[in-house]
């Protein structure tokens, strides 16, 4: 079965965040924020990725990552997460981070290298992030994980 292929297309930059569009299968999604973009690969040595990451700050490599699908512990009782078990798509083999996952905040400074979904309502601001997050569940990443069907993120700069 051919992965589900989710392109997430930054284009924005800031001093606390990093927008973009995201891309479904090849079809317009919706707009991203994450924290701010230092422009670092996961094709980067690790050490150099550790050097110049700010915790909880920085906005995680470009790269292609697999999404899995895992309980998070600090979110599973936030009422988004609910329907589905607490479960949430999870950024796999991010060199320097762990627990990176898509889930609704709608400024960078909200996030510590998540990624979120909505709608840009200004520079540094996206809204609607809990139904673009349930869009994105319901109509993409649950029925592929039902499936069977990996699904991986490309993250990159434009």
């Known amino acids: 079965m ?11 930059y800031g001093d606390d965040y990093t927008m973009g569009k995201m ?6 999604f919706g707009d991203t924020i994450e924290p ?3 422009h ?10 550790k050097k ?10 470009t790269g292609r990552y697999r999404m899995v699908w895992q309980v998070s512990p600090s ?8 329907k ?5 798509p999870y950024y796999e083999n991010v060199p320097g981070w762990t627990g990176v996952m898509l889930h609704p905040f709608n400024r960078g400074t909200e996030s510590k290298g998540c990624q979120a979904v909505g709608e840009k309502w200004k520079d540094g601001i996206i809204i609607n992030a809990t ?3 349930e869009d994105f569940m319901d109509f993409y990443f649950v029925p592929a994980m039902k499936r069977g069907q990996e699904v991986y993120i490309t993250i990159k700069e434009v």
């Open 84 to 88: 589905y078990g607490g479960k949430f």
């Open 2 to 12: 051919t992965p589900l292929e989710v392109l997430v297309e930054r284009n924005l």
């Open 23 to 28: 891309w479904v299968g090849g079809m317009l």
């Open 75 to 82: 979110l599973k009782n936030r009422s988004y997460a609910k």
């Open 36 to 38: 701010k973009s230092l």
């Open 131 to 133: 139904r673009g997050y």
């Open 52 to 61: 110049k990451k700010v915790y909880g700050k920085t906005a995680i490599p």
């Open 40 to 49: 670092l690969s996961n094709s980067m040595p690790l050490s150099e990725i």
